[in-house]
């Protein structure tokens, strides 16, 4: 509609009116063809859920959806002080041409007051407003000021403070203005409820998780707790806020199809599963529904994870930090991408090694319950992790030889714990250091007698807890006498070939 605007035979007739009166009069017309464009509105909501997703997972932008949501309900008040400004202004000046007299001319609420009428005498004041008021015209004041001046009544009658700076002059004016007021009710409603709720948004949750951590502090110390695990604990709850803000991971889409959910889990656990070296050979479907199963765990420097006797069917896989696996043979190292406790969740029997964090430690913990419901679907797979998870892949045994003999003359004459006595009395075995016992450690998981004993154990169908610990321990302790006599015949045959 507004190209009739741009055609000289369907313009609105203006040959009569001097050029300033037909320049407003064509601008009047354009305005009131664009009208139409309010029923757009209506779109805004929509575009604008569409235009967060997009800011937010495409380009992930560093803002929340709460603070998006309270910045469009700003925006939406600051339209509609607009809207009210403009309705209040066109109201005044028709009424300021049927009546004479309007806030628009009243010197105070749109021009400035001279130094005359800042005089302080009260009557002498008010006989120069009146003898001003005839000579004003509108020309005189900016079109800024005027929408200005529009605008800050729209704000006060929405805001509530109203100072009574400008007001109606005429019932024309009154009607605006009582109607106006109404409206401002609305807006005002709707602009203290969106802002309730990003500030119960952001403070639900914080208010929540300090409730919880007050309580469970009272009862630390109620309960006379040792301060090491005091500070264990706090280490734990300050984690657990900066991660996730105290809620479960994933606990916003939790209600979603378990389609959805395992689509969101696999996506962001993607990274940690491609660290996991047993995970690379599982199908996708099994891992989705693995990843689904694992919980996050964090834990501070010095926590015991597990202690070696304890009837705990779990198993963690290291996302970050180290941690220090003892057994009664000796001690190792898991790092990121490792894992422990696999015996304990596969076969039921209890912890055979003592697990600390060297470092604060993320963790995701596979559990007993959930992975049993897991293998229903997939029964095919018990025996295959049996298999993969208590004998992985072998490492490179080259970089083991180096490290076995890089401290061979060190004289550092150590005995192999659990090692035979008759083996450690030999002088080649004494001769062994704490590096080299370390990697036979290692190396256990890796030897052909371990790994046909863990193939064995896997193609049953039932083994009794017991008999199972007792068969690993026995393997395990036959593979380190196997690898600790074939290294020290390495070093005897290697001195003999220097001498």
Sequence with gaps: ???????????????????????TL???TRWLLRVNRMLLVRRIQPLSEELFQFAIHDLQLPVTEELLYFLRSMASYMAMGHILACIWFITSEVALWRYGVSWLSTPGMLPFRTETSMATDISEAHRALSEAAPTFTLDSVSLAREYLRSLLFSL???????YG????????????????????IYIYGALVGAQGEWIDSQARQEAAFEQNLGELQRFLNENDVPKGLKRQVKAYYARMWRRHQGKPEFASVANVSKALYEDVVFATQHDFAAQVRVFRALDENFLRGLLVCLDYVV??????????????RSMYFIAQGR??????????????????GEFALLYGISRLETCMALSVAELYRLDHEPYERLLQDFPGYRRRNKQSWTAPAPQNHS???????????????????????????????RNLDAVTTQNIENEVPHTFVYKSTMEMMAQ?????????????????AGSRKRLSRDIAQDQDDDDDGMD
């Design 156 to 162: 006060e009658c929405i805001s509530t403070l109203f």
């Design 323 to 340: 941690i220090l696996v003892r057994m009664d043979s000796g001690e190792s190292m898991r790092e990121r991408g490792e894992f422990f």
């Design 1 to 23: 509609m507004e190209m009739l605007l741009l055609g000289g035979i369907v313009r609105l007739p203006n040959g009569s009116l001097d050029f300033e009166a037909g320049h």
């Design 26 to 28: 064509w601008w009047t």
């Design 165 to 184: 700076d400008i007001i109606s002059m005429n019932p024309m004016e009154l009607i605006a203005e009582i109607v106006i007021t109404f409206w401002s």
């Design 299 to 312: 834990c501070s420097e010095g926590e015991e994870i597990a202690t070696k006797g304890d009837m705990d």
């Design 399 to 429: 970089m083991l030889r180096a490290n076995n003999y890089a401290g061979k003359r060190k004289n550092t004459a150590t005995t192999i714990i659990g090692s035979a006595p008759i083996l450690a009395r030999r002088a080649c075995v």
């Design 460 to 476: 049953l169908q039932t083994m009794h807890p017991e008999e199972a610990k007792q068969l690993i321990l026995k393997v395990r």
